[in-house]
């Protein structure tokens, strides 16, 4: 079973570093929008999610739930990825665009696809 650590803090810190090796400059924790998204880049109206793939429900098989008290995390997980989509849509609506980056698309190895995903989200459809 995967290990259920404080979410983000670590992934976020990779994401962080990835983007300052970038060259990008950004925020930190807006609490003035839905959803405190992790990255703000507020002249291009665009921010950036770091979702720990267990929390956050993510497809990837990472999200394998606990044996005891399924019904429990279950019931946690779809919480978020109910919030996470109302938080999205709120973005959406005052102007923002917005870029779930997962905890295992931090790997090492995914990075270069990563970075391409990145700069393509910041760069293109610039309004
Ligand atoms: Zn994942």
């Not at 002249?43 to 497809?59: A, D, P, Q, S």
């Not at 709120?90 to 391409?116: A, D, F, I, M, Y």
Request: hydrophobic letters at 30%; one cysteine or more.
């Amino acid at each position: 079973m995967q290990k259920i650590g404080p979410q983000n803090s670590s992934q976020e810190k990779k994401l962080q570093s990835l983007l300052t090796s970038l060259g990008y400059k950004y925020n930190l924790h807006s609490k003035k929008l839905p959803g405190k998204p992790d990255i703000v880049f507020p002249r291009r109206k665009k921010v950036i999610f770091v979702n720990g793939c267990f929390w956050h429900g993510h497809t990837c098989g990472r999200a394998t739930l606990p044996r005891t008290n399924r019904a429990f995390w279950k019931n946690k997980i779809e919480g978020n990825i109910k919030r996470d989509k109302r938080v999205r849509r709120e973005l959406s609506k005052l102007g923002w665009k917005s870029l779930v980056v997962w905890q295992c698309q931090l790997k090492k190895s995914k990075r270069e696809v990563l970075t391409r995903r990145i700069e393509k989200f910041i760069h293109v459809n610039v309004s």
